[in-house]
Nanobody, 123 residues
Framework: QVQLVESGGGLVQAGGSLRLSCAAS????????LGWFRQAPGKEREFVAS????????DYADSVKGRFTISSDSSRKTVFLQMTSLRPEDTAVYYC????????????????WGQGTQVTVSS
């Protein structure tokens, strides 16, 4: 059983930055694909970014590309999401997710999920 715990959310003004962290309990962290998703009120869960546990292969949603950076630290079994140039439309609950083996942009491709952390961007 893999457990994921997100942290780092909060309130920030438009144009500001936040770094989200997700600590994973996976024994073989490098074997997993880690992803970030977000869900705003009344909207479907949306893919944000993903990275393989070994690093070097990343994927970003067009809406965040160039503003957000996903990274991982296998020694700490942690995945990060560095968010810059935040916009009010980035406001959502952000979830980290993991899957053993390949996973793309679909939420149903991920087996394990954290409880989420709230990110609120004020205008």
């Amino acid at each position: 059983q893999v457990q994921l715990v997100e942290s780092g959310g909060g309130l920030v003004q438009a144009g500001g930055s936040l770094r989200l962290s997700c600590a994973a309990s996976a024994r073989t962290f490098r074997s997993y694909v880690l992803g970030w998703f977000r869900q705003a009120p009344g909207k479907e869960r949306e893919f944000v970014a993903s990275i393989d546990g070994r690093g070097g292969r990343t994927d970003y949603a067009d809406s965040v590309k160039g503003r957000f950076t996903i990274s991982s630290d296998s020694s700490r079994k942690t995945v990060f999401l560095q968010m810059t140039s935040l916009r009010p439309e980035d406001t959502a609950v952000y979830y980290c997710a993991a899957n053993l083996a390949y996973a793309g942009r679909g939420p149903n491709e991920y087996t394990y999920w954290g409880q989420g952390t709230q990110v609120t961007v004020s205008s």
